[in-house]
T-cell receptor
Framework: AQSVTQLGSHVSVSEGALVLLRCNYS??????LFWYVQYPNQGLQLLLK??????LVKGINGFEAEFKKSETSFHLTKPSAHMSDAAEYFC????????????FGAGTRLFVKA | ETGVTQTPRHLVMGMTNKKSLKCEQH?????MYWYKQSAKKPLELMFV???????ENNSVPSRFSPECPNSSHLFLHLHTLQPEDSALYLC??????????????FGPGTRLTVL
């Protein structure tokens, strides 16, 4: 069965500092991996996804994530945090074998200090 | 309107009431989803419809009854709910093709409070 673990329900960084949000997954088959962001009073919005090919994936707003199969990880990074990055971030996994089931992590709320 | 819309945005209901949540997508997608988002818990997939056919029912209590009359509309009918059903209910849709490959497009959610 698939599962997703996001380490840290809250992460606080200073503006301009590196953002690192951690995600580990469990899947018995090759996974598709996603990061979504949720701003207050809004639905989730896709930041980036990994399906196949290059393991370093670039997304919107300067975010990127690296798929590391040996570590079963898909951590999200951004070199320099902006105040507008403050939001909740969700890692998600679905199976290559098909179906419509995507498993989401519990989310990490990012705080950005001025 | 564009994207995924949900109405109402806020709903307060008693445990004996019957109400419905509505979701509409104008993206030409074929798959539609209901999720429950509770504080400090992962998003819980409730139901999935693909081309109006239900493909997932994640052991959801029968007091939640979905309806998908066409690929653009999805409803969640609610009756005799419990206070623990209070949550943000999110609707999403995804494009044609392999479901698990595609990103999902989310609506803003309906904030439900059960008294």
């Amino acid at each position: 069965a698939q599962s997703v673990t996001q380490l840290g329900s809250h992460v606080s960084v200073s503006e301009g500092a590196l953002v690192l949000l951690r995600c580990n997954y469990s899947s018995s088959v090759p996974p598709y991996l996603f990061w979504y962001v949720q701003y207050p009073n809004q639905g989730l919005q896709l930041l980036l996804k990994y399906t196949t090919g290059a393991t370093l994936v670039k997304g919107i707003n300067g975010f990127e994530a690296e798929f590391k199969k040996s570590e079963t990880s898909f951590h999200l990074t951004k070199p320099s945090a902006h105040m507008s990055d403050a939001a909740e971030y969700f890692c998600a996994v679905s199976e290559v074998t098909g179906g419509f089931k995507t498993i989401f992590g519990a989310g990490t709320r990012l705080f950005v200090k001025a | 309107e564009t994207g995924v819309t949900q109405t109402p945005r806020h709903l307060v209901m008693g445990m004996t009431n019957k109400k419905s949540l509505k979701c509409e997508q104008h993206l030409g997608h074929n798959a539609m989803y209901w999720y429950k988002q509770s504080a400090k818990k992962p998003l819980e997939l409730m139901f999935v419809y693909n081309f109006k056919e239900q493909t997932e029912n994640n052991s959801v209590p029968s007091r939640f009854s979905p309806e998908c009359p066409n690929s653009s509309h999805l409803f969640l009918h609610l009756h005799t709910l419990q206070p623990e059903d209070s949550a943000l209910y999110l609707c999403a849709s995804s494009p044609p093709g392999q479901g698990s490959y595609n990103e999902q497009f989310f609506g803003p959610g309906t904030r439900l409070t059960v008294l």
